[in-house]
């Protein structure tokens, strides 16, 4: 395997204070039928809002402009067997057009759902993003190894 991390984009489109998951169709059981995020892997030479933007526009057909997608959380995830991936969360509350499903060979179904009560069989990539986002936390490592105790006090600011 080559050793180097992906870089995947997701979109949290929030209206009402619901935000949009859609259902994956996937060969892999452990992520088939369960609820994700509008989200895809950057492309060589592209910026991860170009990314997000082209995505949203690819998989739901609505058109977000780069200025309005506002960074809310990354995920840095490993897992057995699969590549590292760097997961950059992005927030937008405003495009044009309204959803549809525009790869149902990949998503079966694309519903609203309360922030407050999303499902449970979200995804655990998406739903470690959605926490942090809704927690107001930037970062959550996953399947990592936890971080050594520090031994040393951090320096004081201001001085």
């Known amino acids: 395997m080559v050793h180097r ?51 949203t526009e690819e998989e739901i057909g609505v058109r977000v402009e780069q200025a309005d997608l506002r960074h809310v959380h990354t995920v840095h995830v490993t897992a057995p067997g699969l590549e590292p991936r760097l997961g950059l969360f992005f927030e937008v509350t405003r495009w044009s057009g309204e959803p549809v499903n525009r790869e149902p060979d990949k ?14 069989d979200l995804i655990d990539y998406p739903a470690a993003g959605l926490r942090g986002y809704l927690s107001g936390t930037s970062l959550t490592l996953t399947g990592w190894p936890p971080a050594p105790a520090s031994t040393t006090r951090p320096p004081e600011r201001g001085r």
């Open 5 to 55: 991390h992906l870089v995947d984009v997701h979109v949290v489109l929030v209206r009402d204070r619901r935000v949009l998951l859609s259902r994956r169709r996937d060969t892999d059981s452990r992520f088939d039928g369960r609820w994700h995020l509008p989200s895809g892997k950057v492309d060589a030479g592209e910026s991860v809002l170009a990314a997000a933007a082209r995505e």
């Open 107 to 120: 998503c079966s179904a694309l519903t609203w759902f309360p922030l407050a009560a999303l499902p449970a």
